[in-house]
């Protein structure tokens, strides 16, 4: 067989087999999408719990501390109410107790209560997230970890190929490479076909006997009047 139609049928299975690796990679690649994003959805309403959790600490922390000052103060107005010198001073003082002191102790004590139970709310909720965490990754834990080994191992060997095929580039003749990539452009993977019953198995079309001659002495560069493909017998690949 004509080395170079060889090296061009050896190049079109190496690309052929890259290919087929795409939809390969892509199909495990989703499955892999899938069950992660379940995953990272768990976890991420897992974090803003966790945030929404730190936060209540940090308000209720900062009520707490606004709260004791209202308190201090109003023992201080307490102890000048127990001092006033005057019925006017007295009832100033109480007036000022009732409108002012006492309501906003109260409305710190009511945003402490409503803080707490939201916060026994988001426990209830993280308890809940954690075991769901738990839950899948005991179901799906070990199935994604397989198909990170997959993904590795499918995108390993079209690694190799692609080097396989560097290889075999950088040996041809770059006008061998140039036409094969012309073909190859339209063919994709029928680039390079046997010839069956006279037939070529890229558009099943006969080949003239002028045509199958060359095919059969395989001394030359075939391709098929009829589609433009590369065509060859399979039993010259056996040939050394």
Avoid at 196 to 210: E, I, P, T, V, W
């Amino acid at each position: 067989m004509n080395q170079y139609l060889r090296e061009m049928i050896e190049l079109s299975k190496i690309d052929n087999a890259i290919t087929e690796f795409e939809p390969k990679i892509e199909k495990a690649n989703k499955e892999y999408e899938a069950v992660a994003n379940r995953r990272i959805a768990i976890t991420e309403s897992i974090a803003n719990l966790e945030n929404r959790k730190n936060q209540i600490f940090q308000d209720i922390a900062g009520y707490e501390k606004s709260l004791a000052k209202l308190q201090q103060e109003e023992k201080e107005h307490q102890k000048k109410i127990q001092m006033a010198k005057n019925e006017r001073e007295l009832e100033n003082l109480k007036l000022e107790k009732e409108q002012i002191l006492t309501p906003q102790i109260e409305n710190l004590n009511e945003a402490i209560a409503q803080l707490n139970k939201e916060l026994e709310h988001i426990e209830e909720q993280l308890a809940k997230k954690e075991q769901e965490l738990q839950e899948f990754q005991k179901e799906f834990g070990e199935y994604e970890r397989d198909l990170v080994l997959k993904l590795e191992e499918l995108k390993n060997q079209q690694k190799e190929l692609s080097q396989e095929r560097n290889q075999l580039v950088s040996q041809m003749d770059s006008k061998i490479f140039s036409f094969y990539q012309r073909i190859r452009r339209w063919a994709k993977e029928t680039t390079a076909v046997p010839v069956r019953d006279q037939a070529c198995y890229g558009c099943f079309m006969k080949l003239s006997n002028q045509v199958y001659l060359e095919v059969i002495k395989g001394e030359e560069i075939v391709t098929c009047p009829n589609c433009g493909r590369l065509v060859y017998l399979e039993s010259h690949l056996e040939e050394e």
